[in-house]
């Protein structure tokens, strides 16, 4: 039986505007239910690693702009939490990302990030789920926030350094609980034993 995540003969990543072949190349059109390029910045307090910075964003800053949430995207989010990230901007590194994403939501100008560490996941579309397979990268970029600096920007309504463990996946928009889990962060308390 065919697998349709590993077709024969095998598609590699390897795109074009349109599908076809460039001197005997074999070039594919994106896929059709998308492909989505994000960097997400992961901050923790030095003091208490449990914690990361999570923000309930600010419906009047220019979400739409600095990560791709339009008004509709906004009122989806309500009052659950969200990790600082973005989609990266057409030809950005995720590296550059990072630091717009430091600059335009945080307010910070330098700060010491590890990474990125990158993840790869494919699921049902949920904009078009007939559109089939959505592909995402993910580049997440880590950081240990500084003891004296309260985290605060205009960007956001709240941000608050909150124990994962302490919240559902219904608690965590735009599937950030899944970073969070790529990262092994558990969201949601453990099973009892």
Do not use: K
């Amino acid at each position: 039986m065919a697998d349709p995540h590993h077709p024969d003969p095998p598609r590699f990543a390897r795109y074009r505007p349109t599908e076809r072949s460039i001197r005997g190349r074999r070039f594919w059109s994106v896929p059709e239910g998308g492909l989505c390029l994000s960097s997400f910045v992961v901050l923790q307090p030095f003091e208490a690693p449990t914690g990361v910075l999570l923000g309930r964003p600010n419906p009047e800053a220019p979400w739409e702009r600095m990560a791709t949430l339009e008004e509709a995207h906004l009122r989806s989010i309500g009052n659950r939490w969200i990790l600082p990230a973005s989609h990266l901007l057409e030809f950005e590194s995720p590296t550059d990302a990072a630091a717009r994403i430091l600059r335009e939501q945080l307010g910070i100008r330098e700060f010491a990030l590890r990474g990125p560490q990158v993840f790869s996941e494919a699921y049902p579309s949920a904009i078009d789920p007939d559109s089939g397979t959505h592909w995402d990268l993910h580049f997440v970029f880590r950081g240990e926030w500084p003891r004296d600096r309260p985290p605060r920007s205009e960007a956001w309504r709240e941000l608050a350094f909150v124990d994962p463990s302490a919240l559902t996946s219904a608690d965590i928009a735009r599937g950030h609980a899944d970073i969070l889990a790529l990262l092994g962060l558990q969201v949601g308390a453990p099973p009892a034993r």
